[in-house]
């Protein structure tokens, strides 16, 4: 299958600060991808569809303006955690859409933020 | 509000058994259904995935049943393994790729 990779896979920050998290399509040009958050034992809820070289479109309730997400290129997008606060930490996943395999979404392993 | 419901919230099968997770939904915009397995600390990995013009499908030990009529959906997991313990989450996807997941289930297989 295709592969996403999520860099960092786990990081640590003071509260106040931003994070920054990578999700790149290895070997396929993602023109969609997404971002997820998941609280731990609990299901994975989408926050924001990103599009390459367009605004992120972001679901209710999610602060545009505490989670920047940037779609550079066909194969890179980033979450920007902005003034981190300790309820933010949680683990961010991204996926990716390619062409093939009718509409199978691809997932990175994760980034673990813990906000202390 | 949670568009795919999923049950049960956890369950615990002998290796060999056949554990049963079962789906529905109401969107019927929804036209792909796909079942992912998650092991703590690592993304989800898509483990099969069905249409609504199909009504069983068959991947290795995994079966997805499919009733359109009803908007349920169940992944069945053959001989059950140890290392199929995992939280295992069904899910269901419009055209514009938006996945709605399920709250998940997590399978203990006991050796």
């Known amino acids: 299958g295709a592969v996403v990779s999520q860099h960092p896979s786990w990081v640590i920050c003071k509260s106040g600060t931003s994070v920054k998290i990578e999700c790149r399509s290895l070997?396929?040009?993602?023109?969609?991808m997404f971002w997820y958050r998941q609280f731990p034992k609990q299901s994975l809820m989408l926050m924001a569809t990103s599009n390459e070289g367009s605004k992120a479109t972001y679901e209710q309730g999610v602060e545009k303006d505490k989670f920047l997400i940037n779609h550079a290129s066909l194969t890179l997008s980033t979450l920007t955690v902005t003034s981190a606060h300790p309820e933010d930490s949680s683990f961010y996943i991204c996926?990716?859409?390619?062409?093939?395999?009718?509409?199978?979404?691809?997932f990175g392993e994760g980034s673990r933020l813990t906000v202390l | 509000q949670q568009q795919v419901k999923q049950s049960p919230q956890s369950l615990i099968v002998q290796k060999g058994g056949i554990p049963i997770i079962n789906c529905a939904y109401e969107?019927?915009?929804?036209?792909?259904f796909p079942w992912y397995q998650q092991f703590p600390g690592k993304g989800p990995a898509l483990l099969i995935a069905?249409?609504?013009?199909?009504s069983e499908k068959k991947e290795g030990r995994f079966t997805i049943s499919f009733n359109k009529s009803a908007k349920q959906f169940s992944l069945h997991i053959m001989d059950s393994q140890p290392g199929d313990s995992a939280t295992y989450f069904c899910?269901?996807?419009?055209?514009?790729?938006?996945?709605?997941f399920g709250a998940g289930t997590t399978v203990t297989v006991r050796a």
């Open positions: 069905i249409r609504p013009d199909v």
């Open positions: 070997d396929f040009q993602a023109t969609t």
């Open positions: 899910a269901a996807s419009r055209p514009d790729y938006k996945l709605s």
């Open positions: 996926s990716a859409s390619s062409s093939r395999g009718a509409g199978e979404l691809f």
């Open positions: 969107n019927t915009a929804f036209d792909y």
